[in-house]
């Protein structure tokens, strides 16, 4: 537990146990966390810039709490449970994570003004992304099985890249984006629905094997 102030954390080799980290510090805070074996607890309710890297972790959930600042998450080799990240952040929010047994849920609450999620291999559970104002960029592959959801208000551009999904997308967008491009490719099961309000719209949907392709748009002038 820690309080105002700069941190650089460093833990591995938690055999067992849960790794509880809970700070108000800043402006930053780089932690390392790697090797666990019970989950990992980080909540983070200072204004900061903030580089968080954990990595193999096998078991229990992986939990991220953040308020403000710019953030940059890498989540790996979670082996079980759940990588769960809530974020009122920005202007910069960046993610990579990769490797999970049990689902991704990502949810973004303030005008990040851009935000990077790179989401590969979920061997179980969903993959579920909530975010607000701001552009994103979101790459999601080899979803093996659960859905792929995202609600988004975000704008002025919005781009995904969804590919090797095993149970369905499902993508919201109720915000006015002036661009949105969509790259879907290879559902091996599920329906793709994308749902969509103004903005100018440029879909690529290929390759899927099983379920329905149902769009409902209200963009322009171009789709």
Partial sequence: VSLAGSHDYDIQDTLAGLVNITTT?????TMSI????????ITSTG???QDLNVTST????????????????????????QVSVT?????????????TGNGVSITSTANATVQGFDITSTTGGDVSIV???????YVVQDTSSGQVSIAT????????????TGNGVCIT????????????TSTTGGDVKIVSLTGTHDYDIQGTSAGQVNVTTAGGPTE
């Fill in 153 to 164: 208000a975000g704008g002025p551009t919005e781009t995904m890249a969804i590919s090797n």
């Fill in 173 to 184: 967008s109720s915000a006015d984006a002036t661009e949105q491009d969509f790259d879907i």
């Fill in 25 to 29: 510090g800043g402006p930053m805070e």
């Fill in 131 to 137: 975010s607000l104002s701001g552009s994103h960029d």
């Fill in 58 to 81: 096998t078991g229990g959930d992986v939990s991220i709490v953040s308020l403000a600042g710019s953030h940059d998450y890498v989540v790996w080799d979670t082996l079980s449970g």
């Fill in 87 to 99: 974020t009122a952040g920005g202007p910069t929010e960046t993610m990579a994570i990769s490797n």
């Fill in 47 to 49: 204004d900061a810039d």
């Fill in 34 to 41: 790697s090797n666990t074996l019970n989950g990992v607890s």
